[in-house]
């Protein structure tokens, strides 16, 4: 679920692109700094682990080890934050939004676009796909209980 007005689309088009989204209802308002902060700072001991697990295996490869995600803002407004960043292999942007659609309702989403800048770049991506997927929305799903807290 891209919208028209996203920041995103100026980055499509993509090779792979993905979008996980959840409605927000008879919460709190929260804001996309928040949900940036509760999935992409205070991330779970277990991604932390991940992360540090996928650094140690692609090194050889040449591919960079992860930065701050602070690091890797590239844009952002009152309800979407831009990630971002490219390397030799694979360019990947992620939208993180929480959109106000009525009242007291809310759709926070976080959407993926992949580039891939040589075959490289595609094999890693398929390597990490599944977890990807399955990472992502479970980290989206997190962030929106823990802004309730």
Same mark, same amino acid.
């Not at 930065?67 to 009152?78: G, T, V």
């Not at 309800?79 to 960043?85: A, C, R, S």
């Given at each position: 679920?891209?919208?028209? +007005? &996203? ?9 792979? *692109?993905?979008?996980? !989204? ?6 709190? =308002? ?14 779970? *001991? !277990?991604?932390? !682990?991940?992360?540090?697990? @996928?650094?140690?295996?692609? *090194?050889?490869? %040449? ?10 803002? @590239?844009?952002? +407004? &009152? =309800?979407?934050?831009?990630? %971002?960043?490219?390397?030799? =292999? ?6 993180? &939004? ?5 009242? +007291?309702?809310?759709?926070? &989403? ?6 891939? +800048? ?10 990490? !796909?599944?977890? =990807? ?7 989206? *799903? @997190?962030?929106? @209980?823990?802004?309730?807290?």
């Amino acid at each position: 679920m891209i919208l028209s +007005n &996203s920041l995103i689309t100026k980055y499509l088009p993509a090779d792979y *692109k993905d979008c996980f !989204w959840e409605k927000i209802t008879d919460k709190p =308002h929260i804001s996309v700094k928040k949900l940036f902060d509760s999935m992409f700072i205070q991330y779970p *001991k !277990w991604a932390l !682990w991940l992360l540090k697990l @996928r650094d140690f295996i692609v *090194k050889p490869l %040449g591919i960079k080890a992860s930065k701050s995600f602070k690091e890797l803002i @590239r844009e952002e +407004n &009152s =309800h979407e934050i831009i990630l %971002g960043t490219k390397d030799k =292999h694979l360019t990947f942007y992620v939208s993180i &939004s929480c959109i106000e659609t009525r009242c +007291n309702e809310q759709i926070a &989403s976080i959407t993926t676009l992949v580039k891939y +800048n040589n075959i490289l770049g595609k094999m890693y991506f398929v390597a990490i !796909w599944v977890f =990807h997927k399955f990472i992502v929305h479970k980290m989206l *799903k @997190r962030a929106i @209980r823990k802004c309730d807290k």
